[in-house]
């Protein structure tokens, strides 16, 4: 994903919460200058022969079905606290895609065991960043931004925790997307949640048309994505 693509895709995004350009441009430069060093993404075990688990934090991650398909990936990236649920059944996850909401201790953990975390700066986790980061073995951070990528700041396209996984992964290579722990209509999230999940959704509509893939997750959805503010032929 170059920025010159996802640009129009963050600006529609942006219009539509109210999100400040500047104020992405602030947490992307506070991440970057607090970061000595920073993790290479071709390190990560993605190829092309790999299939990689996106793993969301809905509730239907503790299901039999998302486990096993999570267990049979080669590669796990998970989103935010699904680290967590998958460490709870003893599955690993390769990286970790967050932007320091929920679970800040698991990050220093986990880049304190050499598992790269993608720390995303936005306008409204400067103190976050400011917190967490310097905390961390920054050898294994990954630090990325949804506004223009800047030094070691990259931008692999995405917006939510989840599809930013997706478009990682897209980015480094992977064979083949699987999704667990995705959960579109999860009644138990509050309006801007929810708003945040029909974005994810339009999102991996417009990842797998870039893919000329079909992924599962959509399946019986696509008919009612809204697809005017994406960039498809």
């Known amino acids: 994903m170059e920025f010159d693509d996802w640009e129009p895709v963050y600006e529609a995004i942006r219009r ?13 430069d506070r991440l970057a200058s607090l970061l000595e060093t920073s993790f290479d993404p071709s390190k990560l075990p993605i190829g092309p022969e790999t299939t990689v688990a996106v793993a969301g934090a809905g509730p239907s991650l503790e299901t039999d079905r998302a486990l096993e398909r999570a267990r049979e990936a080669d590669v796990v990236v998970a989103a935010s606290t699904a680290v967590e649920t998958l460490a709870s059944h003893d599955i690993a996850s390769d990286c970790m895609v967050t932007d320091l909401d929920k679970n800040p201790a698991t990050v220093k953990r986990l880049t304190a065991r050499g598992v790269p975390v993608a720390v995303h700066g936005h306008g409204d986790n400067l ?9 961390c073995n920054h050898d294994y951070v990954l630090p990325t931004t949804q506004a223009a990528p800047r030094g070691s700041v990259r931008n692999f396209g995405g917006f939510t925790d989840g599809d930013r ?3 990682l992964a897209d980015h480094i290579g992977a064979a083949r997307l699987v999704f667990v722990g995705w959960d579109f209509d999860d009644p138990t999230v509050d309006p801007p949640k929810a708003r945040k999940l029909e974005w994810a959704e339009r999102l991996l509509f417009w990842l797998e048309v870039r893919r000329d893939e079909r992924f599962a997750v959509l399946d019986g959805r696509r008919d009612a994505i809204e697809t005017t503010a994406l960039p498809i032929p």
């Open 16 to 28: 539509d919460f109210g999100y400040d350009r500047a104020g992405d441009e602030r947490g992307r």
């Open 165 to 167: 996984a997706a478009f």
């Open 127 to 135: 103190d976050a960043i400011r917190t967490v980061v310097p905390d």
